[in-house]
């Protein structure tokens, strides 16, 4: 048989089966809408909000009794004016330093009364946790006058720690629930294993957990110095001394009865909202994480 015959009457194999379909995306109702209605709100939006912060610059950059559009020619003469004139400096540093002890303070105390709350089991449990939840509909307005007397009781008045007090009294409800939250989602086999070999329960809490709640005290520490940052009520109340004032109540002294030094004013506000843009920058993706992840259980 020749090679052409033994390749006609060769059979012919059949067809293989159509391979099951791949399961691809899932498909989304949103898929089907064209971009530009996606992205034409959020220019709208971006545009809106980013137009007081170029007011505020052209304000805080233009020389005064400029009318102009344009920080052009620029000057910093507001800025050397606040900074200098107006004392800005000294704001700055008692905001650094009220901020810094708030961060400090009320990540310390939610640390431990979160960890106590998320591994431990006690009759009034649920009420505190209610209370504290419950906290967070006070006003901060409400605390005054209590505030107020205790630290003329105890001769703090005019004292940057009653500042510092008060707003980790503020602070520290809302920080305790995230930071409780956060340590649920680590798992306790990670402690007993611990225990097992051979640390105690402190030990076992700073080499293991610790290390796994980076991202929730970041979230927790930088809304405790943000929140003491912007706050006006507190410092206002317990600071008499000009040289202990802060920056939000150093604002508020470039506002007078009759007039509004509107350059001056828009230096003061771009001086008091760079650290915090700054700190917002540095630390995004561990908020994002550290709130994310302590808002899981409740």
Same mark, same amino acid.
């Given at each position: 048989?020749?090679?052409?015959?033994?390749?006609?009457?060769?059979?012919?194999?059949?067809?293989?089966?159509?391979?099951?379909?791949?399961?691809?995306?899932?498909?989304? *109702?949103?898929?089907?809408?064209?971009?530009?209605?996606?992205? %034409? @709100? /959020? !220019?709208?939006? #971006?545009?809106?909000?980013? &137009?007081?912060?170029?007011?505020?610059?052209?304000?805080?950059?233009?020389?005064?009794?400029?009318?102009?559009?344009?920080?052009?020619?620029?000057?910093?003469?507001?800025?050397?004016?606040?900074?200098?004139?107006?004392?800005?400096?000294?704001?700055?540093?008692?905001?650094?330093?009220?901020?810094?002890?708030?961060?400090?303070?009320?990540?310390?105390?939610?640390?431990?009364?979160?960890?106590?709350?998320?591994?431990?089991?006690?009759?009034?449990?649920?009420?505190?946790?209610?209370?504290?939840?419950?906290?967070?509909?006070?006003?901060?307005?409400?605390?005054?006058?209590?505030?107020?007397?205790?630290?003329?009781?105890?001769?703090?008045?005019?004292?940057? *720690?009653?500042?510092?007090?008060?707003?980790?009294?503020?602070? %520290? @409800? /809302? !920080?305790?629930? #995230?930071?409780?939250?956060? &340590?649920?989602?680590?798992?306790?086999?990670?402690?007993?294993?611990?225990?097992?070999?051979?640390?105690?329960?402190?030990?076992?809490?700073?080499?293991?957990?610790?290390?796994?709640?980076?991202?929730?005290?970041?979230?927790?520490?930088?809304?405790?110095?943000?929140?003491?940052?912007?706050?006006?009520?507190?410092?206002?109340?317990?600071?008499?001394?000009?040289?202990?004032?802060?920056?939000?109540?150093?604002?508020?002294?470039?506002?007078?009865?009759?007039?509004?030094?509107?350059?001056?004013?828009?230096?003061?506000?771009?001086?008091?909202?760079?650290?915090?843009?700054?700190?917002?920058?540095?630390?995004?993706?561990?908020?994002?994480?550290?709130?994310? *992840?302590?808002?899981?259980?409740?």
């Amino acid at each position: 048989m020749s090679v052409k015959e033994a390749v006609k009457t060769a059979p012919v194999p059949a067809p293989a089966a159509p391979e099951p379909p791949r399961p691809g995306r899932r498909h989304r *109702a949103w898929d089907e809408v064209p971009r530009w209605q996606i992205y %034409l @709100p /959020l !220019s709208v939006y #971006l545009l809106f909000t980013l &137009i007081p912060f170029y007011w505020i610059l052209l304000f805080s950059l233009r020389p005064a009794g400029s009318t102009s559009l344009v920080p052009w020619p620029m000057t910093f003469d507001h800025f050397e004016k606040v900074w200098t004139d107006r004392s800005f400096a000294t704001y700055f540093q008692n905001s650094v330093l009220v901020g810094l002890a708030t961060l400090v303070t009320t990540t310390l105390v939610a640390l431990a009364g979160g960890y106590a709350l998320a591994r431990f089991d006690f009759k009034i449990k649920r009420a505190f946790m209610l209370a504290l939840l419950c906290s967070q509909f006070v006003p901060g307005a409400l605390l005054l006058v209590p505030l107020f007397e205790i630290f003329a009781e105890l001769k703090m008045i005019n004292s940057l *720690a009653s500042v510092v007090i008060a707003e980790t009294v503020f602070q %520290l @409800p /809302l !920080s305790m629930i #995230l930071i409780s939250n956060f &340590i649920k989602n680590v798992p306790y086999s990670l402690e007993e294993a611990a225990w097992v070999d051979g640390c105690n329960r402190l030990t076992a809490f700073r080499v293991v957990v610790l290390p796994l709640l980076r991202p929730g005290l970041i979230a927790v520490g930088s809304f405790a110095f943000v929140g003491s940052w912007n706050h006006f009520l507190f410092a206002l109340m317990f600071l008499n001394n000009q040289e202990k004032q802060t920056i939000p109540v150093g604002l508020n002294t470039l506002m007078g009865a009759d007039s509004v030094d509107l350059g001056a004013l828009a230096a003061g506000g771009i001086i008091a909202a760079v650290p915090v843009v700054i700190v917002f920058a540095f630390i995004q993706k561990w908020l994002v994480t550290g709130f994310s *992840a302590g808002a899981v259980k409740g």
